[in-house]
């Protein structure tokens, strides 16, 4: 029996873990004491990875649909060359655009993956990309690509340092804090707020955290934060509280700035927030005196319809106030290789013309909510689609319509570890290796990173089945399509190529790296070098007013949906997302000591005062429905809504996924029925999909 050092592939922190190891197979997982910088820390969600490893409903063999729907499982050759037929014919006939991808969160935790990905993308030409990060995060890269110059520099909060934290949208108890890659953050929180530091969480729902001791909630409407901050801003600017020399130094268009926050004084927005303007003015005066403040956002905010505008802002608090490259305030995190240069680009040259009007890739995707309308677009004429470690039909909104956009494609095939609600409509699943059975660098953190390190992880054991790395998957594809191919150099190519360079950058050798097991810490946050090394602009200074915004319409759009708020009715329920400890996205449907009592289900969560407005009892059944779809399912009264906010776990809706039985079993309801898609469903500037704040009506049944 063997103890070997390995890490998780669930989050950004990519917390260490320690397998034990017996003849070939993982006899239990634990959280790694020694790792250096997790600390022994690691979730229930790490530790459950062991169960998705040993899951009896995972794909271990190449499944093929037979003509009933049912499904057979045939041989990697047989795979390889029946699908390189027919996607050679597709091409050969309809040229690149023929086919279409989904890329899906876990690549994102995927060393190889991402780089034979693109390689696939590349060699067969097509440009009709979509992914995940449009339903969570494309506003943050096409944010600081604006502010920046560059989609790859997301300055982190000073946690350690800071004296005043506000953390918009986010619940670091529940699910930890995206872009920022901290193992155990409600621990820093907690330390934060016992040595004196205020930290605020802006939020519709009182969240988990500060029963940690971790804080106080400050609630809000959903999806206004872009005015709170803007009243915000305006407080300290027409005030004189901002940093003037570092407003003068180091940053451009700062009047443009000034002209967009004064049209939203706190006295204007309160209503539409949902906070005194005295309050408002509260919360901006205690940021902008407060010694040493930081800033951060996470997905509650990346979702609503202006999230780029809102990450915009959010720089702003942290550069107006000086709190930019401060201790204690917001810090470039370099990590094994300096990502901000590697992402310099230029948001303009991004746009294109379309049938939609203008529209952009960012990190190389289009709008996710364009994805069935592409799929059935008769002029694009898409036989053959692509979905890797994705699952669209659960994660995007309009979910019948993606069912019959992807019903209709000739070619789909899924490079999987289950075959999930989207694989259940698929030609072909691939199986996967999952994080155990594969090496690993902890890449997803990288320029995140609160304490930097890197660490290397081998396989922990030997795939099961028949299961492959996509690297090789879609390396042997090429081959079969007579394109270059990574396997060309043999059956155990050098992948890490890329690494060793990407590595040389700060020094490090590959080899030293893969002999510590538990990682080789770096550089911790220091400030003093991001105008100087890190802002990619022309002009190396930060942006205050990009161009861009007003180009494309963003701002009159502001104002537009301001007004559309100001005239809502005074009882309009506003859905919002929830994170729960038992699931993450729809990767952990499946495992079934999560479905514990309580939580065999997704219902609508909703404040007590709200149902008795409108009759309701706990756990009656109701309708829920919009513009864009319905559901049923049953209430939940929760106490930490704001009134007026309905909340529901999103990644459920497995009635129709029988390769998945637990997941079957107790199948909830998919609230992305109730999202917007299609043309206008998304955030022009970023792709980024509109996904919360949505208005919805409920009633018995």
Same mark, same amino acid.
């Given at each position: 029996m063997?103890d070997?050092?390995t890490?998780?592939?669930?989050?950004?922190?990519?917390?260490?873990?320690?397998?034990r190891?017996?003849?070939g197979e993982?006899?239990?997982i634990r959280?790694?004491?020694?790792?250096p910088?997790?600390k022994?820390?690691a979730?229930q969600?790490g530790?459950a #990875?062991?169960?998705?490893h040993?899951?009896? &409903?995972?794909?271990n063999r190449?499944?093929?649909?037979?003509a009933d729907?049912?499904?057979?499982e045939i041989?990697?050759?047989?795979?390889?060359d029946e699908?390189?037929t027919r996607?050679q014919t597709?091409? @050969?006939?309809d040229g690149p655009?023929?086919?279409?991808?989904?890329?899906?969160?876990p690549g994102a935790f995927?060393?190889?993956?991402?780089p034979?990905?693109?390689?696939?993308l590349?060699?067969t030409? *097509?440009r009709? =990309?979509?992914s995940?990060?449009?339903?969570?995060c #494309?506003?943050k890269?096409? @944010?600081?690509?604006?502010?920046?110059g560059t989609?790859?520099c997301?300055?982190?909060?000073?946690?350690?340092?800071? !004296? +005043?934290l506000?953390?918009?949208g986010?619940?670091p108890?529940?699910?930890?804090?995206s872009f920022?890659s901290?193992?155990?953050p409600v621990s820093e929180?907690?330390?934060?707020?016992?040595?004196g530091a205020?930290?605020?969480y802006i939020n519709p729902?009182r969240?988990?955290s500060?029963?940690?001791g971790a804080?106080e909630v400050?609630?809000?409407?959903p999806d206004t934060?872009?005015?709170?901050?803007a009243?915000?801003?305006?407080?300290?600017?027409s005030?004189g509280l901002a !940093?003037d020399?570092?407003?003068?130094?180091?940053?451009s268009h700062?009047d443009?700035?000034?002209r967009f =926050?004064?049209?939203?004084p706190a006295?204007?927005?309160?209503?539409?927030?949902?906070?005194d303007?005295? $309050?408002i003015?509260k919360?901006?005066r205690?940021?902008?005196?407060a010694?040493r403040?930081s800033v951060h956002?996470?997905?509650?905010?990346?979702m609503g319809?202006?999230?780029?505008?809102?990450?915009?802002l959010l +720089?702003m608090?942290?550069?107006?106030?000086g709190?930019? !490259?401060?201790q204690?305030?917001?810090?470039y995190?370099?990590g094994f %290789?300096?990502a901000?240069?590697?992402g310099?680009s230029d948001?303009?040259s991004h746009?294109? &013309?379309?049938?939609h009007?203008?529209m952009?890739?960012v990190?190389?995707?289009?709008?996710?909510?364009?994805?069935a309308d592409?799929l059935?677009?008769?002029? *694009?004429k898409?036989?053959a689609?692509?979905?890797?470690?994705?699952?669209?039909?659960l994660?995007?909104? @309009?979910?019948? $319509?993606?069912?019959?956009?992807i019903?209709a494609?000739?070619?789909v095939v899924?490079l &999987?570890l289950y075959r999930?609600a989207t694989?259940?409509?698929a030609d072909?699943i691939?199986?996967?290796?999952d994080g155990f059975?594969?090496?690993?660098?902890n890449?997803?953190?990288?320029?995140?990173?609160?304490?930097p %390190?890197v660490?290397?992880?081998?396989?922990?054991v030997?795939?099961?089945?028949?299961?492959?790395e996509?690297?090789?998957?879609?390396g042997r594809?090429?081959?079969?399509?007579?394109?270059k191919s990574?396997l060309?150099q043999?059956p155990?190519?050098?992948?890490?190529?890329?690494?060793k360079?990407m590595m040389?950058?700060?020094?490090?050798?590959?080899d030293?790296?893969?002999?510590?097991?538990?990682?080789?810490v770096?550089?911790g946050l220091?400030?003093? #070098?991001?105008?100087d090394k890190?802002?990619q602009t022309?002009?190396?200074r930060?942006?205050?007013?990009p161009?861009?915004?007003q180009e494309?319409?963003?701002?009159d759009?502001c104002e537009?949906?301001f007004?559309?708020l100001?005239?809502?009715?005074?009882?309009?329920l506003?859905?919002i997302?929830?994170r729960?400890?038992?699931?993450?996205n729809?990767w952990?449907?499946?495992?079934?000591?999560?479905?514990?009592?309580?939580q065999?289900d997704?219902?609508l969560?909703?404040h007590?005062?709200d149902a008795?407005?409108?009759?309701?009892?706990?756990g009656?059944?109701?309708?829920?429905?919009?513009a864009w779809?319905e559901?049923e399912t049953?209430i939940?009264? &929760? $106490?930490?809504?704001?009134?007026?906010v309905v909340a529901m *776990?999103?990644g459920?809706g497995?009635k129709?996924?029988?390769?998945m039985?637990t997941?079957?079993?107790?199948?909830g309801?998919?609230p992305?029925?109730?999202l917007?898609?299609g043309p206008?469903?998304?955030?022009r500037?970023?792709?980024?999909?509109?996904?919360t704040?949505?208005?919805?009506s409920i009633?018995g049944?």
């Amino acid at each position: 029996m063997a103890d070997v050092p390995t890490f998780c592939r669930v989050c950004e922190p990519a917390c260490g873990l320690v397998a034990r190891v017996e003849d070939g197979e993982i006899q239990s997982i634990r959280p790694d004491k020694e790792h250096p910088v997790s600390k022994g820390f690691a979730c229930q969600k790490g530790i459950a #990875s062991l169960d998705i490893h040993r899951d009896p &409903d995972r794909v271990n063999r190449p499944q093929r649909r037979r003509a009933d729907g049912t499904f057979e499982e045939i041989s990697w050759e047989t795979a390889i060359d029946e699908i390189a037929t027919r996607l050679q014919t597709i091409l @050969g006939e309809d040229g690149p655009d023929a086919l279409a991808a989904y890329l899906g969160n876990p690549g994102a935790f995927n060393t190889f993956s991402g780089p034979a990905t693109g390689s696939f993308l590349a060699q067969t030409g *097509t440009r009709k =990309v979509f992914s995940s990060g449009t339903q969570d995060c #494309s506003n943050k890269f096409a @944010g600081s690509e604006a502010v920046f110059g560059t989609s790859t520099c997301h300055p982190v909060p000073d946690i350690e340092h800071t !004296d +005043h934290l506000l953390l918009f949208g986010e619940n670091p108890r529940v699910s930890k804090m995206s872009f920022i890659s901290i193992p155990d953050p409600v621990s820093e929180l907690r330390r934060a707020v016992s040595r004196g530091a205020t930290v605020r969480y802006i939020n519709p729902r009182r969240v988990e955290s500060p029963e940690a001791g971790a804080g106080e909630v400050v609630q809000i409407k959903p999806d206004t934060d872009i005015y709170l901050m803007a009243a915000m801003l305006d407080v300290i600017l027409s005030e004189g509280l901002a !940093d003037d020399v570092t407003l003068a130094t180091h940053g451009s268009h700062v009047d443009g700035l000034r002209r967009f =926050v004064a049209q939203y004084p706190a006295d204007r927005v309160a209503d539409i927030v949902g906070l005194d303007a005295d $309050e408002i003015v509260k919360l901006a005066r205690e940021f902008a005196s407060a010694d040493r403040a930081s800033v951060h956002m996470s997905t509650g905010a990346n979702m609503g319809r202006q999230g780029t505008l809102v990450y915009w802002l959010l +720089h702003m608090l942290s550069f107006v106030t000086g709190n930019l !490259d401060r201790q204690g305030g917001n810090l470039y995190s370099q990590g094994f %290789y300096p990502a901000a240069k590697a992402g310099r680009s230029d948001p303009a040259s991004h746009y294109f &013309d379309s049938r939609h009007g203008p529209m952009r890739r960012v990190r190389g995707a289009l709008p996710g909510n364009l994805m069935a309308d592409e799929l059935t677009n008769a002029e *694009t004429k898409t036989r053959a689609l692509f979905v890797i470690a994705g699952n669209p039909v659960l994660s995007v909104g @309009g979910e019948e $319509e993606m069912r019959e956009a992807i019903e209709a494609v000739e070619l789909v095939v899924c490079l &999987d570890l289950y075959r999930n609600a989207t694989g259940e409509l698929a030609d072909y699943i691939l199986p996967c290796a999952d994080g155990f059975e594969r090496a690993d660098v902890n890449i997803a953190g990288l320029g995140l990173q609160y304490r930097p %390190y890197v660490q290397w992880a081998d396989p922990v054991v030997s795939p099961r089945g028949e299961r492959r790395e996509e690297w090789w998957i879609l390396g042997r594809i090429e081959q079969a399509l007579g394109m270059k191919s990574v396997l060309d150099q043999g059956p155990n190519p050098d992948l890490a190529l890329r690494l060793k360079h990407m590595m040389q950058s700060r020094g490090l050798d590959l080899d030293e790296v893969r002999a510590t097991p538990r990682g080789v810490v770096l550089e911790g946050l220091t400030p003093g #070098s991001f105008y100087d090394k890190w802002i990619q602009t022309d002009d190396h200074r930060v942006d205050c007013f990009p161009s861009i915004f007003q180009e494309q319409g963003a701002l009159d759009r502001c104002e537009t949906l301001f007004d559309e708020l100001s005239n809502e009715p005074a009882d309009q329920l506003k859905l919002i997302p929830l994170r729960t400890v038992h699931m993450h996205n729809s990767w952990y449907q499946n495992v079934d000591r999560l479905k514990r009592p309580g939580q065999q289900d997704n219902p609508l969560c909703i404040h007590p005062d709200d149902a008795a407005a409108r009759g309701l009892s706990e756990g009656d059944r109701i309708r829920c429905s919009n513009a864009w779809g319905e559901l049923e399912t049953r209430i939940a009264f &929760d $106490e930490t809504l704001r009134s007026g906010v309905v909340a529901m *776990t999103h990644g459920w809706g497995n009635k129709r996924t029988p390769g998945m039985k637990t997941a079957q079993r107790h199948p909830g309801v998919n609230p992305n029925v109730l999202l917007p898609s299609g043309p206008g469903s998304y955030e022009r500037l970023s792709n980024q999909a509109f996904m919360t704040g949505i208005p919805v009506s409920i009633e018995g049944c």
